[in-house]
């Protein structure tokens, strides 16, 4: 199997190294409700797999502390060298590794996932709504390469500048149209935003849809989305090799 493409060092960058990591410092307290609302998902998420695989999960902000104790082994595929750093000094962290393997390069990345670790399940951490697919839509590219898998996503659906009316976390069904999920949190009837393309991205077979802001900095809202899928069948029985994507 060809190897896939390595995850670019991320020194510099407003989602990734010195600058980032200092404004999660400072934002602490205000990121603090929506780092809880996170915790509060990944409680209730029970994939049933003693293996994770982190995707993009930064230094580790909205983990809450114990969550990566919950597996027996842990992969992170994490550019930032600074996140790496951080993550390793978790309490948490005694079963985690790194992975150079960026799956999210290539239209086959996820696929290659699905081979190299068919006994894990997937965590995407905030990460599918900053990227582009690389082929069509990210919805499209798990649902034929992940279907085999148990994963989770929180992501970026929509941004704004404008401050919303109402902060309460909405949990929604499969099939609830943006603009109904927008008037929860704001009454005004047009608002101007930016699309992240990862709306009901588990598709009508995903489970647990729910919803929660995120102040991402002073005149910047981000409305993120939850959503998980669960694979037919019984969990797969844990292998006893660690793996790592190629």
Request: charged fraction near 20%; charge should be positive.
């Amino acid at each position: 199997m060809e190897t896939l493409p390595r995850l670019p060092r991320l020194w510099l960058s407003t989602s990734g190294g010195l600058v980032y990591h200092l404004r999660a410092w400072r934002a602490r307290r205000q990121w603090a409700a929506f780092h809880a609302q996170v915790a509060a998902w990944l409680a209730a998420w029970a994939p049933e797999r003693g293996r994770l695989v982190l995707v993009g999960p930064s230094a580790g902000y909205a983990l809450p502390l114990g969550f990566l104790a919950r597996f027996d082994d842990v992969l992170a595929l994490e550019p930032d060298p600074w996140a790496r750093r951080a993550l390793r000094r978790r309490p948490d962290g005694a079963h985690l590794r790194f992975s150079e393997a960026n799956v999210l390069a290539t239209p086959e990345g996820l696929a290659r996932l699905t081979a190299s670790a068919p006994d894990a399940a997937v965590l995407f951490c905030n990460v599918l709504g900053q990227l582009d697919a690389p082929e069509g839509d990210w919805a499209g590219l798990l649902a034929r390469h992940l279907a085999a898998l148990p994963w989770a996503s929180y992501h970026d659906a929509i941004s704004t500048r404008l401050a919303p009316t109402r902060i309460q976390t909405l949990s929604a069904g499969s099939g609830r149209p943006m603009e109904k999920v927008l008037a929860h949190f704001w009454d005004q009837h047009l608002i101007e935003v930016v699309d992240h393309a990862t709306w009901q991205l588990a598709g009508p077979q995903g489970t647990d849809y729910a919803y929660a802001l995120w102040p991402l900095r002073p005149g910047q809202w981000h409305l993120v989305e939850w959503c998980s899928h669960r694979p037919p069948g019984p969990p797969a029985a844990p292998a006893k090799p660690a793996y790592s994507p190629r």
